[in-house]
């Protein structure tokens, strides 16, 4: 059985940290183990051990692989077969699949993101998503080999380059993936590999969680927002809460209490595109909801409506939302878990 090629990062932030170059130099040709994280925030985290200290972990992009090669095991020995010092340090090692193992990466976790429903209104593309979109499906078709790599192709390099970063979904994940070992593999492209590969080094997981943050906090007041408020007139409010409760891994829950691990949460679980844009979706309606009074509980999200009782309707500006229990008007000094009562304005 032929063996399959991981990538090993981080080796200057673990144990080896303050001599990575001994590292790179002792590890050469010698065997390393390989060894399961589970109670790591990235379900597919893979460490790597050298001479009893932590030398680093798989690359995210080979994480999920080395798991499945794993098979059963709880840690596998690799062989180091080539080291490198720039643009930083990291190894490539060799392993055999193991009993039990599969050469195709287990889609399960992103399989059950898939399955979750949610019905309310949708987000519209911004316009740097549409030119990210475009960048990728032409570039796309110069990975396939349908097209050259010539100064149309740069420029949608230098469009992809410009928004990427943006977009933490499945799809995104695997592209980067995919462009950076094409530009690798084309020797007349090597200004381009290189600069891939240090947009890669310097888009760090911090970096990534930051911005995951910003977009959260800036959902309510982003025009397209405004935009999908506009395209739905009847918006059934407790049916989203419901919804949203539902997502999967308790992770609403976790982004009302702790924005940073849920934003970490999803960096690394990276669902797919559309399964993001129900996510930001619903998101966005319940800090609007929040905003405006319909959300009791937003930070336990454990009884989210007021329930004051009666058939009515709340109207927030120029959109009407339906509840089970709902009046007419708007809300005024809503609290959580404060002893204070809601109280609403009728027309």
Known sequence: MNPHTLTINALSHCDWKDCPEELVKAANGKCVMLVRED????????????????????C???????????GHETSVLARVVETVEEPYYKLRVEVEANEGATTTIDDDLNRIYDQWE???????????????????EYLGHVLKGHL????????????????????????????????????????????????????????TKHEQKEQLMSLIEELP?????????????????????????????????????????????????????????????????????????YVEKYNSVQQSLPEPGGNVVYNFGAMTMKGGDTYIGQAQDVVGDGGQKNTFIKE
Not at 39 to 58: E, K, S, T
Request: proline content about 2%.
């Open 118 to 136: 949610y019905t309310g209104p949708l987000l519209t593309s911004s316009y740097e998503q549409k030119q990210l979109e475009g960048a990728v």
């Open 60 to 70: 995210r992009d080979d994480a999920a692989r080395a798991r499945c090669l794993m």
């Open 221 to 293: 007041h982003m025009a397209e927002f405004a935009e999908m408020l506009n395209r739905h007139g009847d918006i059934d409010g407790e049916k989203i809460i419901q919804q949203m409760r539902a997502f999967p891994d308790n992770m609403v829950s976790l982004l009302c209490n702790d924005r940073m691990q849920f934003c970490k949460r999803l960096y690394y679980v990276h669902p797919h595109r559309e399964v993001l844009r129900r996510l930001f979706s619903g998101i966005g309606m319940l800090m609007f909801f929040k905003s405006n009074g």
């Open 148 to 203: 050259e790599w010539d100064e149309e192709a740069e420029e949608y390099y230098e469009m992809f380059l410009n928004y990427h970063r943006k977009d933490f979904s499945d799809e995104m994940f695997h592209f980067r993936h995919n462009l950076a070992k094409f530009l690798e593999g084309n020797n007349h492209l090597t200004a381009q590999a290189r600069r891939m590969e240090m947009e890669l080094h310097e888009m």
């Open 39 to 58: 109670d790591n925030v990235d379900p597919h985290a893979v460490r790597v051990h050298f001479h009893a200290r932590v030398a680093g972990y798989v």
